[in-house]
């Protein structure tokens, strides 16, 4: 039998030697974080960048907004030229028609009917349109009621027009003058001269008694 105490201890020379963990050479790169300095100067870098870039926007903005009011000011001035340039044809009928030294009531009115076509031409090419609502329904966006007439119509028919409306762009330039219709009172028939139910005793029904029968 093996005794213990004659065990042999481990020799001091085999012990595992502790690997230690290799310096960095001299000349190996290393990453280092920016110095203040050179932060700084990329914050100053962008916000020049920044701050460029919001001049640019600054003037394109007053840009728009200055050719903007341009425009509205121009809209404001010229808004009645296409108007005015059909008008003048219109008005060059007229002088025409005034330098005529003899005229007859023919030609007269042939004249007056042509500057007619003209006018109204001119006020179709600019969406002005007529309103003469003879025989239709009061509309009080479109029409002003001047009175109200007995009439067979139906109640709110408009039965004259006293002056003619003008509507430019589906709005009301000007009401026509109307008379409308007055609502018809409905009366109630007179009751029967002679009524079941009213009868005279003279009229109703004599009852015969047995009495009579007898003699």
Do not use: C
């Not at 974080?33 to 003037?59: N, T």
């Not at 028919?157 to 509507?167: A, E, N, P, R």
């Not at 003279?202 to 007898?214: E, F, G, V, Y």
């Amino acid at each position: 039998m093996s005794n213990p105490e004659n065990a042999q201890e481990p020799l001091l020379g085999n012990e595992p030697a502790t690997e230690a963990s290799p310096e960095p050479e001299a000349g190996e790169h290393t990453d280092t974080l920016p110095s203040i300095e050179e932060q700084f100067r990329r914050l100053e870098l962008q916000a020049a960048e920044h701050y460029d870039a919001w001049l640019r926007a600054k003037a394109e903005g007053e840009n728009i907004r200055r050719r903007a009011q341009e425009d509205i000011s121009k809209a404001h001035k010229f808004a009645v030229e296409k108007f005015a340039g059909e008008l003048l044809a219109v008005k060059d009928s007229l002088e025409a028609a005034l330098a005529v030294p003899e005229q007859t009531v023919d030609s007269f009115k042939s004249g007056v009917e042509l500057t007619l076509k003209q006018l109204v031409s001119a006020f179709e090419k600019n969406a002005l349109s007529e309103v003469n609502p003879a025989g239709e329904k009061f509309d009080p966006h479109k029409h002003q009621a001047i009175g109200m007439v007995d009439s067979e119509q139906e109640a709110n028919t408009v039965v004259t027009v006293l002056q003619k409306g003008y509507l430019i762009a589906d709005r009301t330039l000007r009401p026509a003058l109307v008379m409308v219709a007055k609502p018809t009172m409905t009366t109630l028939p007179d009751p029967p001269s002679h009524s079941p139910w009213t009868k005279d005793k003279q009229d109703a029904p004599r009852i015969q008694r047995t009495s009579d029968l007898d003699d």
